[in-house]
């Protein structure tokens, strides 16, 4: 696996490894020797699309939610058990240890949160029910919901260079959650490692054949190939983004466009994060990590550092001391902390953005010592620090040198610092560093709606932030305007980015039987008490009506007792009646709850193993002593969790009065055994 001997990248495409000659050579980082060529001639695009969408599509259909983040955790397991191949090639991009391990270890981690919030977020099924439904006729027979299904598509993603295994697998694990075979296209210059990383996965064995396809080198004509049910997702620089946008075939069939682009991310320091403060050293820290994580090749990178017009001087003496110990060399040297940019052309090209900068900013910082290396032979450059001379030139808000470099901009007030943020038409990420409450709350409010991600430092947060440049699987990546306006993670949102929305009309019967959940007005079955069925015997539907109990002062007076709830509108008929909402004393909510659970519970043991909450409660009408309740139960909804010896099930429970008025409904969650507890099912 060593990247010396690997001369041809291949692709993986209709389940065998395809070889190309004569393709563009690849140079080490380093050393600039050659190491491999890429090449995607001689593939069939629409071949590769139609086999994802034959083999692969099929394949994930057969599976649940639950069984795709279980296939994502094994992925995640096996990546991690076995790293030093990736670590060994990954030196060939520049990157150092600590910059393989978010691309490597910080992917693999990507699978495993996804995973979990697969199991969690998601039902062990294959649709999404998303949300409640809603009546569209008076009497109820009429009704409304959303569902969320697969898409009998193909996935496109384009990946930039810049991190070669986590760029693929951040945009793998939503896809796959989703149950869409996927094609990934990485960026030419580092595709040798994603390579790597694909035959490892494939060799695995764990992903369903035709899942994953693997194009390395041009996408030739496959856009031309796409459909309707087809989708694209790109990562990159906002003039690929523009040009794939409006590629032809995507404008004609609507194709669903994903794009992270380049943005000029900010820092702003707050007024009151003064030279001493916590903040303020935090604020120099992270610029500092950001300029040199990945030589700055990061597309949530620092570009822009916003600082009080007053603090500028205190800012840029900080930052030069603190770059005055940034060692830059071999990236394979433990000692080193910057390694190369990923090319000569690359290092080229953020050359010529810094000259552009300078015509509208002075240079703090522009050299350093080479350690152990000859930086004439690789993509090496030293950190540079600007300092804008005018903070409204359009260069120092528009121009992304896509490399170890930043720019200070002053700013007057906190409207200013806003003002100047909004410049950069939109950015994935921004942070904050302030003590001050009210500052933070005006900066980061201001500035929300041109980020996807605001970052908020304080001296409380400032060990335990995961950092200004770490896009989270759980939050949103992406950002508005030139950032690409899309969401590429943010927790399940992005896996909905890969299904169809369908709102679904009909009779709460037609509803219940297509959406696998049992809808308010519905047939309830009569199959004994459903706490005495296990979880395979029992149907969404199956409900129980229990006896009636009088509520009388007694029990809500021992109820207070016992729990010490003595709020004046249980125990003081007056007060309760001088009060806008009660007629008199009323019983406690949670009274009619626990009266509740003691008319539907299935006292000896049974299947149902534990009640672990309550989702959607409301007391919808006061319990007033004298009543009667009944309650309606009826299974909801069931999720097995499997391996696990039980199922979940949603309960629905109407809690109901003498006059039919709702006193309480909520769904009841419970685990529930499945036949041979403790055995996987
Ligand atoms: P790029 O030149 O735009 O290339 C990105 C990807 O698009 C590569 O895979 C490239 O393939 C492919 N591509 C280029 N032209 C294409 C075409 N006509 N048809 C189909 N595919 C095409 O960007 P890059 O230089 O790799 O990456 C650096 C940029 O990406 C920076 O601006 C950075 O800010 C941005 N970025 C953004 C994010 C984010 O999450 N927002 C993350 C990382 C990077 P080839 O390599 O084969 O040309």
Redesign the pocket.
Known sequence: MNAVKRHVVESYVGGRWHAASDG?TLKHAVTGSAIAS?SSDGIDFGATAEYARAVGGPALGELTFHDRAAILRALGKYLLADTAAFYELSTATGATRSDSWVDIEGGAGVLMAYSGIGRREMPNAKIVVDGEPVSLSRDGSFLGTHILGPRPGVAVH??????PCW?MLEKLAPTFLAGMPMIV?????T?YLTELMVRSIIDSGILPEGSLQLIS???GD??DHLGPQDAVA????????R??RT?PTIIANSIRFN?????LNAAILGQSATQGSAEFDLFIAEVIREMTVKAG?????IRRVIVPANMVGDVEQALVAGLAGVRVGDPANPETDMGALVSLD?RD?VRRSVDSLRGVADVVVDSCDFHDVDERLGAFLAPTLLRASDSRASAVHSI?A?GPVTTIISYDSAADAVDLAALGKGS?VASVFTPDDREAAELALGIAAHHGRVHVVDEACGGTTTGHGS?MPQLV???PGR??G?E?LGGVRSVYHYMQRTAIQGSPDKITAITGTWTNGSRRNDNGHPFTLHFEDLQVGDAIKTDSRTVTIDDIEAFADLTGDHFYAHMDEEAAKASPIFNGRVAHGYFVLSAAAGLFVWAPPGPVLANYGLDNLRFATPTYPGDDLTVHLTAKEKSLRAGAGYGEVRWDAQVVNQNGETAATYDLLTMVACRGEGESS
């Open positions: 563009v890429v384009v990946n930039a260079f810049n991190f760029g296209k990485p960026a030419s210059q595709a080198g041009s996408t496959l856009l790109f990562t990159g620089s906002a003039d690929t983004a040009l794939l590629h794009a992270e682009a380049d943005s090749q990061k597309c949530t990178a690359q090209e992304e896509f994935l896009p990546h992406g950002g950032a690409g899309g590429e």
